[in-house]
């Protein structure tokens, strides 16, 4: 039986970050990576710019390819894990593969989740996460289409921009009242919505579909609560996603939706980590674990899982619900919580000319929250803020403004972050301008 | 590596820093050129200023990179041989993750060409970096670490 020092399970953010931690810890250990899809690391975000022509498949690659042997990790793709055993450290592929591993990297992802809607197993629909799914949407609109987008949260707005520059007709609906209803406020909603009516990309919000009618292969016909009929060629369903712990659940790690980590990325289990879209890790906004299913915070996550197998000590900073995203031509920036569950908070917002809108949330004196659109330059200073729990009292009338910066923080601190901050300037050679 | 210090007690808020660093990131690396006849490239400092206090501010080139750990598409990596945080354009495909997290404000979008970012490079073709070498009070300094 193959043994090695680090399995790992999956291939996107959390696994590769993880990898580059491991190695630049431990330059010996075997390292072996499964992953059931056939593709080598691809940024799985990417997805919506090669349907909508933004960049080539070379662009997908979140690595080079000569990635897995530069850093000497073993990359068994196409190669799916059906079940581990944590107490005799063996994983077992779909081939029947046994494996022995010291450590093991639970980096499983998320899956497309939906509640069941009448006629839906009829149709050939699409889902649109993976690299996989772009490709079928790309065969698929090779001629124009009418297109039906059934949510309008993050994947399902990107799926409809994608449709749209292919030359679908499309139509997107959402049984919220808005679209991006989690992730942007009422605000930011409307401009977004107001960039697709622009394109003509129609939207039906505060509507759900109450089943659907197979027209044969992916066509099909939708029939809205509102009794209102909709005939499309293409049906993408982007309600929601959820984390993918089937593996983790069948070896009796505890998940609570979401694989449970300590700050170490550890699981319950001795010797198993996990990390990424499928784990619940500390939330420092809302001060307890969550489910943050996004890239930056996988990558962060698989970093640090990576350094902790390695046998450092290093406890995981904690994240936040932050996002970038644009839709057409459009940049929405958001850190933190963007809408407020009760009274407790104070909102500032500033509007500008046509997209720039700006918005901070804070919790006493503490900014737990930021949204921008537009002129977005400068955003992470207000998300380091957020990430900080910083106590922003004596410059809050400046957060929202366009020259907002280290100007505004007092000089001690602005001292701490702009020089102190960055490791070994004390005692450094000093080389000095000539001067104009 | 090298490193860039702002000293405010002398920064008279000049922005002779912007100027060189967009010359010394245009084209034709010749001033009148880089503002009137090219695509401006975009500033990879910016002085801050109010009232009497300013200071010029580019990429820290954190040891702790938020900006390469968040990056969608790898393009944002730390040059092996310099310890730079560089941006490889190619890869670049302007989804703005990096500003997002960016805790000094020093990533900026820059679509002169094609939709990417813009950050300091710490000019690698210089031995000086522009900004440090066209300040006129030694407003800012290199050190190497």
Sequence with gaps: MDAYDYAIVGNSAAAINACDALRSRDPGGSIALFCEEKHRCYSRPLISYLVAGEINTQGMYYRPSNYYRSINVEFHKGTRVDSIDPAKKILTTAGGGKIKWRKLLLATGFTPFFPPVEGLEEIDYLTFISWDDAKRMLSLTSRPVNALVVGAGLIGMKAAEALHARGAVVTVVEKMERVLPQALDERASGLVADRCGGMDIQIIAGESVSRLQSRGGNKGRAVLENGSEIDFDLLVMAVGVRPRTELAEAAGLPCAGGIQVDQYQRTAVADIYAAGDAVRAMDVVIGEPAVNALWPVAALQGKYAGRNMAGEEIPYPGCNSMNSVEFFGLPVLSAGIVNPPDDGYEVITRLGEGGDYRKAVLRGDVIVGMLMTGKIERAGILTSLIQERANVRRIKNFLLEEGFGHINFPRSVRRDRIVDAVAGLRGAEVTRGQGG | ?145
């Excluded at chain 2, 990417?116 to 407003?139: F, H, M, S, T, Y």
Aim: proline share 6%; net charge negative.
């Design chain 2, 1 to 145: 590596m090298i490193r860039i210090i702002p000293r405010e007690e002398f920064c008279i808020g000049c922005r002779l820093c912007e100027i060189h660093c967009i010359v010394q990131h245009s084209k034709s690396k010749d001033i009148i050129k880089a503002f009137k006849r090219e695509r401006r490239p975009v500033k990879r400092v910016e002085v801050e200023e109010e009232g009497h206090v300013s200071f010029a501010l580019q990429c820290r080139h954190c040891d702790e990179a938020p900006c390469i750990t968040a990056c969608l598409s790898g393009a944002m990596q730390r040059d092996p041989d310099t310890g730079a945080v560089v941006n490889d354009r190619e890869r670049c495909v302007g989804c703005w993750t990096c500003i997002l997290v960016c805790p000094y404000g020093a990533v900026r979008r820059d679509e002169a060409e094609k939709r990417v970012v813009g950050k300091c490079d710490l000019c690698p073709d210089l031995e000086i970096p522009a900004c440090v070498a066209n300040c006129p009070n030694e407003a800012l300094i290199m050190v190497e670490d």
